[in-house]
Structure formats: C-alpha cells, structure tokens
C-alpha cells in the first residue's frame, strides 16, 4: 500500500513537472495569436475590427492611450498598447520585426535610425497635412538619407544650468565670462561638468567641442556622412581646451565627476554653473535655478546634441495603412501632442503644444533655446563604434594626457575601425 | 511488518493493488487523469504552434507529447518515468540553448544582417522609393472595379483615375470642396471605413502604385494611410528570377554576395543586408586579427589571474573567519556570524556601484577616511584599478567561504581530532594534516565552480570598472581590468549597439571550452584528494 502511494506520489510529480514543461510552451505560442487572429479576420468576410499593435514605455502610456481611445472609437479598430522599458525596445524591435512578431507602431529615439534602417525593420512615413508643424530639427533628425523614417514628437538637449542665488539669471557669453562670474560668486565651484566617471562622457561635453568646430562626423546637406570630423586643427585646439581645464589645470572639469556626484553638487550650491538635460530637473530641488543655452569656449555657437523621440511604423507591419492613419490623424494632432506632454514633459516638436503645465515651464524655454542651437545626435550605424573611443580619450586628456596626442590617436584608431 | 505478511502469505489481491499503477487500480485512474491534463496542455501548445505557423515549435512539442504517453503508458520503460521530465529540461533549456548558440557562431547574424533575403530586398524598395520633388498632395478616392482596384484624385475639377496598369485617365464624375472624387463614372467608390477594416484590402492599397503618365519617370501616385496621394518614384527594381536590384537612375546592377549583402557593380553595397551561414569564420577572425591579439593576451591572463586570486583569497579569508568563530570561546558568535554574511545578501551590482562611489579619489570616503585625503586614484591606474576588483570581489564573496567552510568543520568528526591530539600533535598540525585536507575533499569541487564563475564574473568588472582603465598602446577599446567575457562584450559591439552576434557566440564558445578543460582538469585533480 505504502509502495503505492510512493509510486503515485512520484508520477503525480513528475507529470505535473511535465505539465509545467508543456504549458511553458503554449505560452511561448498563445502570445504570437494576436498576430493569427488578425490573418483569420483578413479574409475579409468578417470585418470586425483588425488590430494594431503599439510599443510604448511606461511614460508615455496614458497619452497614447488617449489618442487610441478616439482612434478605436472611430475606426472599430483595436489598438494593443504593449507596455516595454525604453532601454529594450530598440534592441527588440531590431529582433523581433524580422520575424514577424514585431509590432506595427514603436516609440524610439531617432539615434537608432541608422540601425533601424541597416537591419531594414523601419517603413517611410509621410508627415501628412501637418508636416510644417513639426519642428525642422526633429524632422532633420528622423530623416534618413533624405528619406523621414519617424513621425517626431519630442526633443531633448543638454543646457548650461545656474545658480540663480549665486549668478543670477544672465547668461554668460563665453566660457570665460562665465567661469569668471563663477570664481566670483564665491561657490566651491564656478562650473562642474558630469564626466561620467572614469569612462568620459562626449555627450554632455559636446556642445563645448563644437564650439570649436570640431563635429563628430562632416556634415552634409543636413545628414552626416560617415567621415570623421573632429580631427584635424579644431579638433585639437579643443582637446587642449579640456586638458587646461582638467585635472591637472583649471580643474573645473574632472573625472571624479559623475552624474550622481554632479547633480549633488550643483543641488548644495557648490556650483554656480553646470550642464545637464531636462532629465536632472528632479534632483535639483533645493536650488534656485535658471536655463540658458550653453556658452561658446571656442568662439563658434556651442551646439548640444539634439535627441528626438518619435514613432517609427514597422517594415514587416501588415496594418501599415491603419499605422500611418492612426500617427498621422490621431497622433499629429495639438491635442494628442499636448497629452503626450502632460504625461512626459520633453521639449514638444510639435507647434501649439501648450508648455505652461510642466513642473519647470521656465526650464522648458531654455532648455528649448538650448536646442535651437544644437545639432541632431547622427543616427548613422557608425555613432555606435564612436562611444568608446571618444568617451576614454577624453577622459584620459581630463586626468592629464598629452592631449594632442591622444586626441590624434583616438582619430587614427576610430577611423581605423570604422573602416574596419 | 510488510515483510512478514509478504513471506507468510503472497495474498493474490495483494498484489493486484500493487500493481495498480498499471493495471486498474485507483492509481491508473489517477494517472489517466494527469495524462489526460498533460495531453490536453500538449495538444493545446501544439494547436496554438500551428497558428503561429512554428514549425519547430510544433515538432518538438508532437515528439515530446507522443514520447509522454509511451513513456508513462507503456511497461517497459520503467527507468524513463523517472528521469524523463528532467530529460525535457535538459534538452530545452540546456541542450538546445547551446545548439542555438553554436548555431549562431556560424552565421553573421548581427547589424546589417538580421532578417531573411526577402526582407532585405522589401528594406530596399522601401528605403529607394522617394517622394518626387514638388509633388501635391492629391485628396483620394479608392476605386473598384470588380477585383482592379484604382486611385481617383481631381486635377482643377476634373477627374482623373488610373490603376496599377493603366496610368491615370480623365473620366467624368464629380468632386467635393476638398478636391475628394465623390462619384467616378464606371467606378464603385470604396469606403474608408471598409477600407481600414478589410486588412487583405488595405495591404492592396498600401501595395498600390498607379502610374501618373506613360513614362515611368514620372512617378505613381501611392498612399499610406487611404485618404491621400502623393507621387512617388523608386529608383531601385527587383529581378525575382536573376535575384538582382537594378539601379533605374545609375543603371548599377546589385546582386547578393556570400555575406548576405548586395554589392553592386562599382563596388557599392546596400544598407540592409541578411544572415548567411559563414561557416567557420568567426572562429578564425577571434585569432587572427592581429590588433586584437597582442591586448587578448593581456585579457586572458588577467582573467586566469582574476578568477584565481579571488577563489584563493575568499577561500583563505572565509575560512579564517570560519575557523576563528568555531572556536566556543567565542562570544555572540551568532550575532558575529549572522553580520559576516551580510555582504552576501546585496546584490552584487548594487555592491559594485557603492564600491565604485567609496573609491572615488575626490568625494569617495575610503580616500577621505582612511587615507587623509590623500589623492589615491584607485579605479583610473591600471594596477591599483585591479587590486579593487580583487579587493571588492574579496568583499563580495568571502562570505560564501565562511558559509561552507563553517558548515564543513561542524561536520568533521570529533573524534578524528581526539585521535590526533592523544597522539601530541599540536594546533597547527591538527590543522595542517587534518583539518584542512579533509575541508579540502568538501570544498575543491565548490572551489572550481567559483573559478568557473568568475572567470566569466561580467557583474564585477562592469559594474565596478567598465573594463577600465584603457590600454595606452593598443588600438582597440579593451582595458586593463577587462576579462574575457567583457571583452566580448566590447569586441563584437553589443556595448556601442552595432552588435555581431555571430562573433560574440563563437568567442562565447571558445570561452566555454577553455572553463571547461580548466574544470575538467581540476576535477581530476580533487580526486585524489579524497585518497586521503
């Protein structure tokens, strides 16, 4: 008898084991039904209503939400909303479109694009009626050799950030006249910079390079090409810049500066000035501050990178007509744009979006006159290789590197493996 | 008991309620009916596979489901209803986790190569067809005509309409304020709400192109969402049968090469390419590029020299502790034990960004408090940089030592060590010719485990260092505490996002192979440890 039970008890356990193992795969293959349903319903005798498959993060959900509510209302279509982290979909959408399980609408950044389109995962999309809405900046930035690939919605670039108890609310002309009134007010620090640490950090540092007109790639016509064009003289003159001012100068930039220590800083008033993107308003909250764009160090315009986020249509989408139907009637609309402000304030790209509502309406201003200046970050697949590179040389020049030197060697070594 | 009353008597209907399970007992009734739950759950997973159209998917559930029933439903194989679900693990999360990687390493799956041949030559018509300069934007009507479908736009009043073959035509009817056709003579108006609710329908018209005159270089009118045209014009033309792309504009001719990428005729190739298989290719190019091969040599031995130092010095500290706090004297020795195991509960990442903070040279407190002041830059010089990924790891994991080691002296026998100090000998020879081997013969095997993590312990170094600082000398982007598992990393691009996947699973497998011999080979070695 005993024997029994033992023996039942071990199959009874070994099938629900098994159990489990099988039903792990029907979930694997119920979640691609969507996808079969919808070609059931093609064959066109029961139109009830197709659906539409959205990737959007967290943020931004309620607003698309809204807009999907009308647009269900309206059309009889479904809208799914497939909730993702921002930092997966990217790497997702590349994986998942060729398959076929992808979705028909993601929300991006423009700076995959290159990638996007290397790996062919994204459709043209026409800005519709309301094409001269949309900033030309965010345009430029979704367009891919001449073609746009993305509908922009938001924009967002860094910005110089000061004290208003400290500096007052001026913005300073140049890089002098600002550490200056900085050394003037009697802060610990006229200016720190987030170096990210050890690593280096070229993005937050970039508007200061361009002003030495040294731009990452040579620029043409609006869209990069995949020629290096921080080299050269400029390039130079602006690595011997960061060295004086490094650690083993001036020492207003450094590599025990990261993002958190910098925030921190600036938040105590140990810094009259600093630079940093709308995304670090938060951690400012025991300071008076005002935004300004960032001061030229090397005489020309000091141009921040550009972000632009926007939708992309997938290439493999079957609903691509319903896609383009949905972004350009029920997304570029002044109200769906303003909902997608309220719900994530990030500079609009759009015309009419009302910024009064944001926790920092001031802020905005700057912040968008900041990226009036600035240049779109390159979605070219090459940006990807120059990270490395350009991070570490200038966080060796920071600690104390022969700058020249190693700026040249970060030349020769990028376009070496960009040429790979 | 149950031996006696077998012996004394084997009562018949005994043995047919131990037989129940295949017989018809209860217990096959109970079977009958998890079969029955298994059954439905496989037929389920294979309908839903078949709807999904994974053919893979669906043959290996038809395989594992038929083999379930035979197994648990057949006499002879006894042995398999025990280890067969075990078995399944094995083969799905094990077995074919590792083919898929091999799988991978000889293809060129990556950046530019991520789909199949159709889909790069859809990427290429899509991203060829431009907007003609200047073109309006025409109000549309969808047209049909029986199964021809057509586009009808107004030019000044008057309306025009054209199909795939016939390039647009005046026709009469009428239009609205917007320029919209409202009535097209010979044509049935399609609405748009049909339109969006039809997907085989709305995938016509998206598919579209009516030409707008006779000459092809003018354009066809095409529409992306049903309600308006523009005129578009593709510069690229696929010939399905010579599987070439052909340039209209340049005349250059693209045909695919054997990576999966179209190059033309004057050398130029086309963004979006497709994964082919490339045999053993990344395997060679791991060893025989020589930029690599000079900084790989640094990398593998700081790796051999990380994984060791922190096995050995964990190992030494943990067990110091553990043999300190097994001492009875010992007060609290509870409390003392509970706080040591503390750092083992962080998550390692969380632990590897505070170290990171503690050790920076201006506002970190290790600096501040133990050095003065004194401007120490721990994670920016090569050498000081690896001595606080062996000293941070040495934090992280000695604890796990002082775990096991604890647990393994409370097991050794008492009288063993009666024995040895009746003969005289003394602490530390207790120690040495006792104590530790036999922790040894318990802990060696949990020892090369440790060396197997961490050799590929990618947490640590990311977290804490990035694989910095940089090689001065070198011109590739590898550091002086990377490993090889983070060099990986950097090598084949899925730190920048412009990923090689083919590279980084062949170097994964290399890696695997070397932890592999490296255990084998230790395994060995521990054996005769238990000669003692």
Redesign the interface.
């Known amino acids: 008898m005993r024997n029994t039970i033992g023996k039942v008890a071990v199959l009874a356990t070994s099938v629900a084991l098994l159990a489990a193992c099988s039903s792990g795969t029907t979930e694997e293959t119920t979640s691609a039904e969507p996808s079969s349903s919808a070609t059931e319903t093609s064959s066109g005798i029961d139109a009830t209503g197709l659906t539409l498959t959205v990737w959007t993060d967290e943020n931004r959900q309620p607003a698309i939400e809204a807009a999907a509510a009308t647009f269900e209302e309206e059309t009889g279509a479904t809208v799914e909303l497939v909730q993702k982290n921002f930092e997966d979909i990217r790497a997702d959408f590349l994986a998942q479109v060729p398959t076929g399980e992808g979705p028909d609408i993601t929300i991006g950044a423009h700076d995959w694009l290159g990638a996007l389109v290397e790996a062919g995962v994204v459709n043209t999309v026409d800005l519709g009626a309301s094409a001269s809405s949309f900033a030309q900046v965010a345009v430029d930035a979704m367009t891919y050799d001449g073609q746009v690939y993305g509908l922009p919605y938001s924009t967002e670039a860094v910005a110089l950030i000061q004290n208003t108890d400290l500096v007052g609310t001026e913005a300073p002309a140049t890089w002098d006249d600002m550490i200056a009134a900085g050394e003037e007010s009697g802060a610990e620090r006229a200016f720190c910079i987030n170096v990210n640490g050890e690593t280096g950090d070229g993005y937050t540092m970039y508007p200061f390079q361009t002003s030495f007109g040294a731009p990452v790639f040579v620029q043409e016509g609006g869209s990069y090409t995949s020629e290096v064009g921080m080299g050269g003289e400029a390039g130079e003159a602006f690595a011997t810049w960061l060295s004086e001012n490094g650690e083993k100068g001036a020492g207003h930039i450094s590599t025990t500066v990261d993002y958190a220590t910098n925030n921190t800083l600036f938040n105590k008033g140990k810094c009259a000035y600093t630079v940093a993107g709308p995304w670090a308003l938060g951690d400012f909250a025991d300071v008076n501050f005002t935004v300004n764009p960032v001061p030229s160090a090397g005489g020309e315009t000091a141009a921040p990178f550009v972000g632009v986020q926007g939708f992309y249509v997938s290439s493999q989408s079957e609903n691509a007509l319903l896609a383009n139907e949905f972004l350009t009637n029920y997304i570029a609309t002044t109200d769906a744009m303003q909902a997608l402000y309220d719900a994530d304030p990030r500079l609009p790209a759009f015309e009419g979006v009302d910024t009064a509502s944001a926790p920092f309406p001031d802020a905005i201003a700057g912040f968008q006159a900041s990226a009036e200046q600035g240049v779109p970050m390159p979605s070219i697949p090459e940006m990807g290789s120059v990270w490395d590179f350009w991070n570490a040389a200038e966080a060796k020049i920071i600690k104390g590197a022969d700058p020249v030197k190693t700026w040249n060697k970060m030349i020769t070594d990028l376009t070496a493996s960009l040429e790979g | 008991m149950?031996t006696d009353t077998a012996e004394q008597a084997p009562a018949p209907n005994k043995e047919s309620?131990?037989r129940?399970?295949t017989g018809m007992?209860w217990?096959f009734v109970?079977?009958l009916l998890?079969?029955m739950?298994?059954n439905a759950?496989?037929v389920?997973?294979i309908m839903?596979?078949w709807?999904?159209?994974?053919w893979i998917?669906l043959g290996?559930?038809v395989v594992?489901?038929v083999a379930?029933d035979w197994v648990?439903f057949s006499r002879r194989a006894l042995p398999l209803?025990?280890i067969?679900?075990?078995l399944?693990?094995l083969l799905?999360f094990q077995v074919f986790a590792m083919g898929y990687t091999a799988y991978v390493a000889t293809t060129n799956y990556g950046?530019?190569h991520?789909?199949?041949m159709e889909?790069?030559v859809?990427?290429?018509l899509?991203?060829s067809?431009?907007?003609v300069e200047g073109s309006a934007?025409y109000p549309l009507a969808v047209v049909r005509d029986g199964d021809t479908l057509g586009f009808a736009i107004s030019e000044d009043g008057v309306v025009e309409v054209g199909t795939a073959d016939q390039p647009l035509a005046e026709v009469g009817g009428s239009v609205d304020d917007t320029g919209r056709p409202t009535e097209v003579a010979g044509w049935e108006i399609v609405e748009r709400?049909?339109?969006?609710?039809?997907?085989?329908?709305?995938?016509q018209?998206?598919d579209l192109r009516v030409p707008v005159s006779d000459n092809a270089d003018d354009g066809s009118l095409r529409?992306?969402?049903?309600?308006?045209a523009?005129v578009y014009r593709s510069s690229l033309e696929w010939d399905e049968g010579a599987k070439t792309l052909t340039d209209v504009d340049s005349g250059v001719v693209y045909s695919a090469n054997e990576y999966g990428t179209f190059v033309g005729d004057d050398g130029s190739t086309l963004?979006?390419?497709w994964y082919v298989n490339v045999g053993f290719e990344n395997f060679t190019r791991a060893v025989t590029d020589t930029?690599y091969r000079e900084p790989l040599i640094r990398v593998t031995l700081w790796t051999f020299a990380f994984a060791f130092l922190t096995v050995a010095s964990s190992f030494l500290l943990g067990l110091l502790f553990a043999l300190v706090f097994n001492d009875e004297r010992v007060r609290g020795r509870k409390v003392l034990r509970t706080l040591f195991i503390l750092p083992y509960a962080f998550p390692a990442f969380l632990t590897a960004l505070l170290w990171?903070?503690m050790l920076?040279?201006?506002?970190g407190i290790i600096n501040k408090w133990f050095f003065f002041g004194a401007d120490i830059?721990w994670?920016?010089d090569p050498w000081l940089a690896k001595f606080s990924i062996l000293f941070v790891n040495l934090w992280l994991s000695f604890p796990y030592w002082f775990l096991v080691c604890t647990g393994a002296l409370q097991s050794l026998s008492s009288e063993t060590m009666e024995a040895a100090q009746i003969d005289g000998a003394g602490r530390w020879r207790q120690f040495r010719s006792i104590t530790f081997p036999l922790l040894l013969v318990s802990t060696a095997p949990l020892a090369i485990a440790s060396f197997a993590f961490n050799f590929n312990n990618f947490t640590i170094i990311y977290m804490l260092?990035?694989g910095?600082?940089?090689f001065?000398d070198t011109?590739?982007?590898l550091g002086a505490t990377d490993i090889l598992i983070t060099a990986i990393y950097?090598i084949s691009?899925v730190?920048?996002?412009?990923a090689d996947y083919g590279l980084a699973a062949a170097l994964s497998i290399v890696v695997f192979v070397v932890v592999g011999i490296v255990s084998a080979i230790a395994f060995r070695q521990t054996k005769k440890l238990e000669e003692f």
């Open positions: 149950s309620l131990a129940g399970l007992g217990g109970v079977k998890l079969m739950v298994v759950l496989g389920a997973g839903a596979a709807n999904a159209q994974a998917i290996a559930s594992f489901l379930a648990y209803k025990y067969y679900p075990g399944i693990f799905v950046a530019g991520q789909g199949t889909q790069a859809d990427a290429a899509i991203q067809e431009r907007e934007s709400g049909a339109l969006l609710s039809d997907q085989e329908l709305a995938q018209v998206t529409t992306r969402e049903g309600s308006t523009k963004p979006a390419g930029d990171r903070g920076n040279p201006e506002f830059n994670l920016g260092t990035n910095g600082p940089r001065d011109s590739v982007p950097q691009g730190a920048g996002g412009r």
